[in-house]
């Protein structure tokens, strides 16, 4: 790992902590301090995790019988990685529609619509901005040209370029959860996830991906925490002939603190195994972490937030910026 890699390391654990003890001093509002605090929909932007089932932390409370729930959720990443052994510059837009169902005796469906496009979002010189204010090493990113879509990988002879505006992934998902334990201050939650997918790119259209997941949720006055694990069988096993992991293990951990009326602060950690076989920083265990915010009320909900990478930095994205609204029917 670099100098520069390490003081990027130093620099999001500090904020991280500041965040935590600032949290502490502003004036909780008991508004936000049941049940409406609950972790961001936030799922991992890395690429490789993209292209197929990519589970995350979601609510272990139940809906209500008969409420419903429509969501649209937005993010857009950089990706850089500058290796001796790959190379890959792009962003991504991650868009997504959940739909949202609540059965009696604590059960939930879910429909999700998604589609993942390769894209300039223009983040390439935030990036080298941000870089730049925190004195961070840019790391190759001023030798090349602004807006690239590049994958270089020479041990699996893989170099593809210019495909901004790929479909990357349009995939159907379906979940059907089962809350089995619920008190004034924590609940559990077990969920069953299947996708298919429907895009023919670099993707395997008619994949069949399915996931077993646990949510945990445990509420401390106008504090609450949250813990999430997944295992995800796969179906494509190779993207462009670099083999893929067809088992992964996903966790994510959060906290929401409840501060002014309506509103929300929020930090989620999440990891997934790497997953690709034998390829480096690429197959080694990836870190994101996230601080958002989120407001709701009676009928509307609205979230945001910011990730970046920690530990390893070539295997998940750069920068990624997160936003969703939900609408209670």
Same mark, same amino acid.
């Given at each position: =790992?670099?100098?520069?890699?390490?003081?990027?390391?130093?620099?999001?654990?500090?904020?991280?902590?500041?965040?935590?003890?600032?949290?502490?001093?502003?004036?909780?509002?008991?508004?936000?301090?049941?049940?409406?605090?609950?972790?961001?929909?936030?799922?991992?932007?890395?690429?490789?995790?993209?292209?197929?089932?990519?589970?995350?932390?979601?609510?272990?409370?139940?809906?209500?019988?008969?409420?419903?729930?429509?969501?649209?959720?937005?993010?857009?990443?950089?990706?850089?990685?500058?290796?001796?052994?790959?190379?890959?510059?792009?962003? =991504?837009?991650?868009?997504?529609?959940?739909?949202?169902?609540?059965?009696?005796?604590?059960?939930?469906?879910?429909?999700?619509?998604?589609?993942?496009?390769? =894209?300039? /979002?223009?983040?390439?010189?935030?990036?080298?901005?941000?870089?730049?204010?925190?004195?961070?090493?840019?790391?190759?990113?001023?030798?090349?040209?602004?807006?690239?879509?590049?994958?270089?990988?020479?041990?699996?002879?893989?170099?593809?370029?210019?495909?901004?505006?790929?479909?990357?992934?349009?995939?159907?998902?379906?979940?059907?959860?089962?809350?089995?334990?619920?008190?004034?201050? %924590?609940?559990?939650?077990?969920?069953?996830?299947?996708?298919?997918? /429907?895009?023919? %790119?670099?993707?395997?259209?008619?994949?069949?991906?399915?996931?077993?997941?646990?949510?945990?949720?445990?509420?401390?006055?106008?504090?609450?925490?949250?813990?999430?694990?997944?295992?995800?069988?796969?179906?494509?096993?190779?993207?462009?002939?670099?083999?893929?992991?067809?088992?992964?293990? =996903?966790?994510?951990?959060?906290?929401?603190?409840?501060?002014?009326?309506?509103?929300?602060?929020?930090?989620?950690?999440?990891?997934?195994?790497?997953?690709?076989?034998?390829?480096?920083?690429?197959?080694?265990?990836?870190?994101?972490?996230?601080?958002?915010?989120?407001?709701?009320?009676?009928?509307?909900?609205?979230?945001?937030?910011?990730?970046?990478?920690?530990?390893?930095?070539?295997?998940?994205?750069?920068?990624?910026?997160?936003?969703?609204?939900?609408?209670?029917?």
């Amino acid at each position: =790992m670099s100098v520069s890699d390490n003081t990027k390391n130093s620099f999001f654990l500090s904020l991280l902590t500041l965040l935590f003890i600032l949290s502490f001093s502003l004036e909780s509002q008991a508004s936000l301090s049941g049940n409406q605090l609950q972790p961001l929909e936030l799922r991992s932007q890395s690429f490789f995790h993209a292209l197929r089932l990519n589970t995350h932390s979601q609510n272990a409370k139940a809906l209500n019988p008969s409420a419903a729930e429509i969501s649209i959720f937005d993010d857009i990443s950089s990706t850089w990685a500058n290796s001796d052994d790959f190379v890959m510059d792009f962003n =991504m837009n991650d868009l997504r529609l959940n739909l949202a169902w609540g059965l009696d005796n604590g059960w939930n469906m879910i429909a999700s619509f998604s589609e993942r496009r390769i =894209m300039n /979002t223009h983040l390439d010189q935030p990036t080298i901005s941000f870089h730049k204010a925190m004195g961070l090493g840019q790391d190759g990113r001023l030798d090349v040209a602004k807006h690239r879509s590049l994958i270089g990988i020479d041990a699996y002879a893989i170099y593809v370029d210019d495909f901004n505006h790929l479909t990357l992934s349009r995939p159907i998902e379906l979940q059907l959860s089962k809350q089995i334990f619920d008190s004034e201050a %924590s609940a559990i939650a077990v969920r069953i996830i299947s996708q298919l997918e /429907t895009a023919d %790119s670099w993707t395997k259209k008619g994949s069949l991906d399915i996931a077993v997941q646990i949510d945990l949720r445990y509420q401390l006055a106008a504090t609450a925490l949250f813990a999430s694990a997944a295992y995800s069988w796969l179906d494509q096993d190779d993207f462009l002939g670099l083999p893929l992991k067809n088992e992964i293990f =996903m966790l994510n951990l959060g906290a929401a603190w409840a501060v002014y009326e309506h509103s929300a602060i929020q930090i989620q950690y999440q990891s997934n195994e790497g997953a690709v076989e034998n390829m480096g920083e690429l197959s080694a265990v990836n870190h994101e972490v996230s601080l958002g915010y989120r407001w709701q009320n009676r009928q509307w909900a609205f979230e945001t937030a910011v990730t970046e990478n920690l530990l390893t930095f070539y295997n998940s994205p750069d920068i990624a910026f997160h936003g969703g609204i939900t609408y209670k029917i």
